[in-house]
């Protein structure tokens, strides 16, 4: 569906696109969250492990990234935890507190990480996404604690 079909659909909500993210995301498909990005949207995830891109500019470049990144992750999600949702003065934006939990499919490990986002929709679609994610806690569930401490520069 294009972009002006689904404005046609009618304009979501910030929480309804949010809603719409987590069922996508315990889908565990692989569109999980492709179809809520606008064309020109930017995702930022400001603490990124050392080595990954902190900014995309645009759906596609976001996706050419979160496709590699789901193909190659031992996870199958199975709740997200809503948290907490914050309205902001501005009724594009919402704040959004979450934890992903699921099993790390290569060991059995269930484990669970935490999460907040400022998403900003317009018409329906995402057009700023910006991500905090607790990468230490991924790297942890994914038996990868120690890698990715040895990228770290030294204090």
Request: glycine letters at 6%.
């Amino acid at each position: 569906m294009n972009e002006q079909a689904k404005a046609a659909a009618g304009p979501r909500t910030p929480r309804e696109v949010f809603a719409h993210m987590r069922q996508q995301w315990l889908a565990n498909g692989a569109d999980a969250g492709d179809t809520l990005l606008a064309e020109d949207a930017v995702v930022e995830t400001p603490f990124a492990a050392p080595g990954h891109p902190r900014r995309f500019d645009g759906r596609e470049e976001f996706l050419a990234f979160a496709a590699a990144g789901r193909a190659s992750l031992p996870v199958r999600f199975e709740e997200c935890r809503e948290l907490a949702i914050h309205e902001t003065t501005d009724p594009q934006v919402i704040v959004v507190e979450y934890e992903l939990a699921g099993t790390v499919t290569t060991t059995g490990r269930q484990a669970s990480a935490p999460f907040i986002s400022v998403l900003r929709v317009r018409d329906g679609l995402i057009t700023e996404w910006r991500e905090y994610q607790n990468t230490l806690a991924i790297a942890h569930a994914l038996g990868q604690l120690p890698a990715l401490l040895a990228t770290m520069p030294p204090a």
